[in-house]
């Protein structure tokens, strides 16, 4: 299992990204249009945000098993 410092790390680094691709998107506000026409960006920012939710499931798993040792 990776560190929680280097998950904490990926899960930043992901996050920036999703800024990013909704910024390209040309702001929240124009997601829905891109939902409807599943643009490249879209299917972008949907990738991203479930890496996103992966590795906040994996943050919670390691936090819980370092609690338990402590």
């Known amino acids: 299992m990776k560190p929680l410092s280097k998950v904490r790390q ?6 920036e990204r999703i800024v990013n691709v909704i910024s390209e998107m040309g702001g929240d506000s124009n997601i829905k249009e891109h939902r409807r026409k599943q643009s490249r960006l879209y299917r972008r920012l949907k ?4 890496r996103e939710h992966q590795l906040d ?5 390691l936090s819980s ?4 040792f402590h």
């Open 10 to 15: 990926e899960y930043e680094e992901v996050y």
């Open 47 to 50: 990738e991203l945000q479930r």
């Open 57 to 61: 499931a994996l943050e919670t798993r």
């Open 65 to 68: 098993s370092q609690h338990m």
